[in-house]
């Protein structure tokens, strides 16, 4: 009798997975510079992979298109990393979720906050100036600040919300958090008034307990 052949399972390498992750990496790092650097219209794919040390043929197989390759440098500036987490599963705002205290609730997310827009502003500012003449990424900056944003600024006021009375109903609360962390916010305090991260912060903190809590 013919003995079944045996299947062999498939097999990843660790190694080989991780170099695959250095590379998207690179890519990302490479592609973040660049669109800071010369703007999104004027950064070609050809430059991001000559900086990456990649073929042309590698990033678009990777990102599928170059808005493709923005939405992801945009997740990486929010999200701090590469790693494939969703934002509020991230360490920080659970943090915020776990906290059983109001105003310390409101300290960790000012924080937080703080140190996302420091990150991710100027590639925000360099979107919003592209989605002026771009309807795609208009429609990307649409998602990211009036849905993805909006709806995580919903769920930590509710956060908040869950560990005593707020000053308003949550939904009025919420559009008030999503006000004072935007990006246009933080640019004029930084930009224009010259104010310091850790001032923004403090700022922050304040106008937010002001806000919600009295």
Do not use: C
């Not at 923005?70 to 705002?93: Q, W």
């Not at 409101?106 to 924080?111: D, K, N, R, W």
């Amino acid at each position: 009798m013919t003995e079944p052949v045996k299947q062999r399972r498939p097999y990843r390498s660790a190694v080989r997975d991780e170099r695959a992750r250095e590379t998207r990496r690179r890519i990302l790092d490479a592609a973040a510079a660049r669109f800071l650097e010369l703007g999104y219209a004027r950064a070609p794919i050809r430059r991001i992979a000559e900086d990456a040390a990649v073929s042309e043929d590698l990033v678009f197989h990777l990102f599928k298109s170059k808005r493709g390759l923005l939405k992801e440098v945009m997740d990486v500036g929010i999200g701090g990393d590469d790693a494939d987490v969703a934002l509020l599963e991230r360490p920080e705002p659970l943090l915020v979720r776990d906290e059983v205290d109001q105003r310390r609730q409101i300290e960790v997310f000012a924080a937080g906050v703080g140190a996302q827009l420091e990150r991710v502003r100027p590639l925000d500012d360099m979107l919003r100036s592209a989605a002026v003449v771009d309807d795609e990424l208009a429609g990307l900056r649409a998602d990211l600040q009036l849905r993805q944003r909006r709806e995580a600024m919903t769920t930590i006021t509710r956060w908040i919300a869950a560990r005593g009375p707020l000053r308003q109903e949550v939904d009025e609360a919420a559009a008030l958090v999503w006000t004072l962390t935007s990006p246009e916010v933080h640019h004029m305090l930084t930009d224009g008034w010259g104010w310091a991260p850790e001032q923004y912060v403090a700022w922050l903190r304040t106008n937010l307990e002001a806000a919600l809590l009295g």
